[in-house]
């Protein structure tokens, strides 16, 4: 089984944004922009799923079926993702806002 990583994602582990971005207070956005990049990233397959599939309602552009399969299925994953990454972050919030100090 081969599991592609979000290509925002990727380039962020590579150049180690992830790490640095928790521990340099001195740049802003680090971690915004990246999930900016992130949400771009899963808009874009959405719009692409949407494209595919009106091109193979209206017979505009020849596409077949499995096609406009894996665009549906490639843009529902990334929204799942998305979606669980936040619920994280939630519950992390939430977490931290009931601690007592």
Do not use: C, W
């Amino acid at each position: 089984m081969n599991i592609s990583i979000n290509p925002a994602v990727q380039q962020a582990l590579e150049q180690g944004q992830l790490g640095t971005a928790t521990q340099s207070a001195g740049k802003k956005g680090d971690f915004a922009e990246m999930l900016m990049d992130v949400m771009k990233e899963v808009n874009n397959s959405q719009n692409k799923a949407s494209e595919i599939q009106t091109d193979f309602m209206t017979g505009r552009r020849p596409v077949e079926v499995h096609d406009v399969m894996i665009a549906m299925e490639k843009a529902s994953t990334s929204m799942q993702l998305t979606l669980a990454v936040r619920n994280k972050l939630l519950e992390a919030y939430q977490e931290l806002s009931r601690m007592q100090i």
